[in-house]
């Protein structure tokens, strides 16, 4: 069991329980060692924690032989958001891409697998899956991370990832409550608001939350937004109305709520870390999720040390803090009863669980879940101009800036896929303005495959297009993000997402494997 270091009293022992943050580096530094005996319960991995595989269970075996039932968070939403797999891309194609499927049984074999993986790696609380409903298609934090705009389809597929997830031992936390879809701001740099009435979040935004609910979720996040018909005057994280009234006392939810990242400048820029994580404890959050961008002791201390003050100043009641210290180390205690296997499996390995060749997708063991839903997930067109390409292409990417909820680090796109297929595939990537003379003037006599992400969204990247299908009507396009125009080129590819597997998937498509 685990020991805790004498002299600690409890106020400061909570306090500490109650956060969620991040380190640097690959091994645990002495500082969050020493901590986890004093109390903290939980730590978040990103993708600077990441190497290898057993990189990533010699650190968790590592917090544990500190603390034995510590909470090993991570951000693996698979498709375009991953952690584990951050350098190479995720081997997992994302929310949308299973939406477009619409197979329950397999986004709850997808959710299996990529559970496995993580309690493999040692991994026992995953920052997913986003519930959100894709509602505002200018929306740019959310897009491909949600199912869809469809509620029924999102709300069954938000119950499907749930339950497939935590069949594998591993927490699920649904996000980002009540619903971030509506938005056309992203609450990394600023405080988002949805302004629709409380009959129109009731019959949309509330209903895949219900379903996880309903399906056992164990964690459920917070969202940085202000909903007026909820809570005019606070945003979500931060409201009782929200937090305790809504998702507590009405929705009837009793598991652990955890705070988007509070660094995040919806909170950081207008409330400050300090006095928002006290007010969010006070509104009903039961763990402050911190590090993504902090992630070093002082900050560590200066928010047990606020949680602490606001406690003996009467800002906070005691009993609140001890009642969410409580949550969190309840799911440790469930967490820890799930652990079945010694971490040490592969991130990237190929292959099926048992449930993963399930007749979701086929009964062959060797057919890996995640690239059987790439396959199954787009959307081929056929233009006027068609002609199969069969000789090494040149690959325009047509490359919009990240949301840092992906992050700029993590490859997209198919050209190194099709470079295996076409050997001599050339590639370039291009952004503004003059994209799209640039792209035809590189790729020369070749015949171009135009990738974009969101092109909608972009008003440079669809003049690109334009100019590269009046010049070449041959034209391959691949869309990798939300399809919202109607298909265009000589053939269109709809990938629903950047994954790697997606990626790998179109670049079979185009090469006709």
């Known amino acids: 069991m685990t020991t805790i270091a004498s002299g600690t009293d409890t106020l400061t022992r909570d306090a500490l329980a109650v956060l969620q943050p991040g380190f640097t580096g690959t091994s645990a530094p002495p500082w969050l060692l020493r901590r986890l005996g004093e109390g903290l319960a939980s730590v978040g991995l990103f993708g600077r924690n990441i190497a290898t595989p057993a990189q990533v269970a010699a650190l968790t075996a590592q917090l544990r ?14 498709g375009d958001v991953t952690r584990l797999e951050v350098r190479t891309g995720s081997s997992f194609p994302g929310n949308h891409a299973l939406g477009a499927v619409d197979d329950t049984a397999l986004t709850e074999a997808v959710a299996h697998e990529l559970g496995r993986r993580l309690a493999a790696c040692g991994v026992n609380l995953n920052w997913a899956p986003s519930a959100d409903i894709n509602s505002n298609v200018d929306n740019p934090v959310i897009g491909v991370r949600s199912f869809g705009a469809d509620t029924s389809l999102v709300a069954r597929h938000t119950a499907a990832y749930v339950s497939g997830l935590q069949s594998a031992g591993v927490a699920a936390c649904t996000k980002h409550f009540p619903g971030h879809g509506d938005t056309a701001v992203d609450s990394h740099h600023a405080m988002p608001r949805i302004d629709a009435e409380l009959a129109v979040l009731e019959s949309r935004e509330l209903v895949p939350f219900r379903a996880a609910i309903e399906a056992g979720t164990r964690a459920v996040m917070s969202a940085h937004i202000l909903v007026p018909a909820l809570d005019p005057v606070h945003p979500a994280t931060l409201s009782r109305r929200i937090l305790t009234g809504l998702l507590r006392e009405e929705l009837g939810y009793d598991g652990l709520i955890v705070t988007d990242g509070m660094e995040m ?74 652990q079945t296997t010694t971490p040490s499996a592969s991130v990237n390995g ?44 040149y690959v325009a990417a047509l490359t919009p800036v990240a949301n840092i909820a992906v992050g700029d680090e993590t490859p997209w796109g198919v050209a190194a896929e099709l470079r295996r297929l076409l050997p001599g595939t050339e590639t370039g990537s291009f952004t503004g303005e003059r994209a799209g003379a640039e792209a035809l003037a590189a790729a020369g006599s070749r015949r171009v495959v135009a990738v974009v992400r969101d092109a909608h969204r972009h008003t440079w990247m669809a003049e690109a297009l334009d100019i590269l299908l009046a010049a070449r009507p041959d034209t391959v396009v691949v869309e990798m993000g939300v399809p919202q125009s ?28």
């Not at 032989?65 to 698979?78: F, K, P, S, T």
């Not at 070093?296 to 928010?303: A, I, K, W």
């Not at 990938?495 to 494997?513: K, N, Q």
């Open 265 to 338: 400048q919806a909170i950081s820029a207008t409330y400050g870390i300090e006095r928002g994580s006290v007010l969010a404890i006070a509104a009903g959050a039961d763990a402050i999720c911190v590090g993504g961008g902090l992630s070093d002791e002082p900050t560590v201390l200066r928010l047990r040390d606020a949680l602490v003050a606001a406690v003996r100043s009467g800002d906070l009641p005691e009993e609140r803090l001890a009642d969410a210290a409580a949550r969190v180390r309840a799911l440790a205690a469930w967490t820890a009863s799930t």
């Open 65 to 78: 032989a500190e603390r034995d039932d510590v909470l090993v968070a991570i951000d693996e939403e698979g």
């Open 486 to 513: 109607p298909p265009r080129g000589a053939l269109h590819i709809a990938t629903h997402g950047a994954a790697r597997v997606c990626g790998l998937a179109a670049a079979e498509a185009i090469a006709g494997a």
């Open 350 to 393: 190929g292959g099926t669980s048992e449930r993963g060749s399930s007749s979701a997708v086929g009964s062959d063991a060797r057919t890996d879940v995640g690239l059987v839903a790439a396959r199954r997930a787009l959307k081929v067109t056929r233009g006027a101009h068609f002609a199969p390409v069969t000789e090494a292409p």
